[in-house]
Nanobody, 115 residues
């Protein structure tokens, strides 16, 4: 059974940093496009960042220069380093694994940016 398990969320002050992790199991991790999405209350889920098997990355304009996605194909883990956090980054962050018609989601981790 495919599992994506996120960790690293929490409460942080504006300007602070957090690092999210997502550990994958039961997939050939190195072949999947891995991504992070987020959903704020009352809003649709939106793309934050993706990383391809080859390491190419893509970011939402709202996080460019502040967030960095990376992957470790030995540990089957994808990371999201979030710096200079803003209150508008508050959301549930979801890990995603995608390959052709296969599409898997984690359970989500809450990130709250507030003073």
């Amino acid at each position: 059974q495919v599992q994506l398990v996120e960790s690293g969320g929490g409460l942080v002050q504006p300007g602070g940093s957090l690092r999210l992790s997502c550990a994958a199991s039961a997939i050939i991790f190195r072949t999947y496009v891995m991504g992070w999405y987020r959903q704020a209350p009352g809003k649709q889920r939106e793309l934050v960042a993706t990383v391809t098997p080859g390491g190419s990355t893509n970011y939402a304009d709202s996080v460019k220069g502040r967030f960095t996605i990376s992957r470790d194909n030995v540990k089957n883990t994808v990371y999201l380093q979030m710096n200079s956090l803003k209150p508008e980054d508050t959301a549930v962050y979801y890990c995603n694994a995608a390959l052709l018609s296969a599409n898997y989601w984690g359970q989500g981790t809450q990130v709250t940016v507030s003073s």
